[in-house]
């Protein structure tokens, strides 16, 4: 068959390096892509919200799977376009309908979710600019830290966690009345504050059935220790190592099993993957956040270790036979050490050379904001390139990445020297 995979991070890298392994992808496409999926698929320079664009492709191509990696253009209804396309309703599409995608398009629309279908979250209240004293004095009753949440999309970067009860009021109204992330803060959730270790939950639905994907903890902040600022993710480990059978079983009981319930019973349409943003407090799971995709750079840890053709699993949760398909999983740890740009995840230079690809042993480096030019590899973003490795222990594969690392380089090249620090 022949797939496109829409998007350019290392989580299409991620996707494109498992599926072409599968026996029943004859091409693949993706789009925009970057300079990793450019070497075992043929990319296509389109954006991923053009619709129209990728509707003349899927046609010209005779592409039968769409792969949805990012949010935007779930939460903007990509797949409710092609069922409402003569042309395009049989082609299957991995992720959401529009609906559904509202559990990560509004944070308020999934604190509601989480809330009537009992799952255990944080206590919360959202406002908008008229109700911004309301917001006040809620941060009134809450013990500090404050954390507020652009009720939208705003790339990652929408959440507030503040120490000071008089720097919350003033971003509080940073966000809403000067629209501080600009109309993904026009509604602000603020939710109190949970104490804990935190790890993200992957599911496959297909709409009824669910399978559950090897667990991951991410690492967001740029600083070592976790200080400075948020970005899109510095490293992973897959399986957590804090997560135990008992603890498992807590989360597939109280949470998964009752959000594939819920999504059911409020006709939200799901056919792809539920990232479950998950916080362990005490012995107790908690939902954080959903997302309607696959996280970045869980993904680099989590796909590697599943040993399944994921193709014949995407057929499977297109025609809802997902129960069908066993998981097999690799039972080694993966580790993966995000490089990033100089000045990532604020102001940060392009085109720098990235040498030492071809010196690799051992691990598999997946590219994220890199392109090709005049046969070079060079720098493209912020989250430059995701080095994964396995070991029997997450401290083997952590020191097998470091070690690979060290044989790379680009000008200002950045990373996080003790990813897992906290396990």
């Known amino acids: 068959m022949t797939i496109l995979i829409l998007g350019s991070g290392g989580?299409?890298?991620?996707?494109?390096?498992?599926?072409?392994?599968?026996?029943?992808?004859?091409?693949?496409?993706?789009?925009p892509g970057n300079s990793g999926t450019a070497q075992i698929a043929t990319n296509v320079d389109l954006k991923v919200t053009d619709?129209?664009?990728?509707?003349?492709?899927?046609?010209?191509?005779?592409?039968?799977?769409?792969?949805?990696g990012p949010e935007d253009p779930l939460v903007q209804g990509i797949h409710d376009f092609f069922l409402n396309d003569e042309q395009l309703k049989n082609v299957a599409v991995i992720g959401p309908q529009k609906a559904a995608a509202q559990l990560e398009g509004s944070k308020e629309f999934a604190k509601e979710f989480l809330i009537k279908h009992k799952i255990p979250t944080a206590a919360y209240q959202s406002f908008d600019a008229s109700t911004v004293a309301n917001g006040y004095e809620f941060l009134e009753t809450l013990k500090p830290p404050y954390v507020l949440k652009a009720d939208g999309l705003a790339g990652g970067k929408g959440v507030l966690i503040l120490q000071d009860l008089e720097e919350a009021k003033v971003e509080l109204k940073n966000m809403l009345v000067d629209a501080k992330f600009g109309a993904a803060s026009s509604k602000v959730v603020i939710e109190e504050f949970l104490d804990g270790i935190e790890l993200s939950c992957f599911v496959l639905t297909d709409g009824e059935h669910y399978k559950i994907l090897p667990t991951a903890k991410d690492y967001k902040r740029i600083g070592e220790g976790d200080t400075g600022l948020n970005t899109g993710g510095m490293g992973a480990i897959s399986p957590v190592p804090f997560a135990t059978e008992s603890f498992l079983n807590k989360i597939e009981e109280r949470i998964v099993k009752p959000t594939v319930l819920g999504l059911q019973k409020d006709n939200l349409p799901y056919k792809g993957f539920i990232f479950i943003g998950i916080i362990k407090v005490g012995d107790e799971p908690k939902v954080i956040e959903y997302n309607v995709r696959m996280g970045d750079p869980e993904t680099e840890v989590v796909l590697p270790r599943l040993k399944n053709d994921l193709v014949e699993i995407f057929e499977a949760i297109a025609n809802e036979r997902l129960h069908e398909i066993e998981l097999q999983i690799d039972e080694r740890t993966a580790a993966t050490v995000m490089l990033v740009s100089g000045g990532y995840p604020e102001a940060y230079e392009k085109d720098k050379e990235i040498t030492g690809l071809d010196e690799l042993s051992g691990s598999i480096a997946f590219h994220a904001g890199a392109n090709s030019k005049e046969g070079k590899i060079v720098t493209a973003g912020g989250r430059v390139m995701a080095i994964t490795s396995f070991g029997d222990s997450y401290q083997a594969a952590i020191k097998k990445s470091y070690q690979n690392i060290e044989k790379l380089h680009f000008d200002k090249m950045y990373y996080r020297k003790d990813i897992g620090f906290d396990l």
Do not use: D, G
């Open 11 to 31: 989580r299409e890298h991620t996707f494109a390096w498992k599926i072409v392994q599968s026996t029943s992808c004859e091409k693949l496409y993706v789009a």
């Open 51 to 68: 619709f129209e664009a990728i509707k003349k492709l899927v046609i010209e191509k005779q592409i039968n799977m769409v792969v949805v």
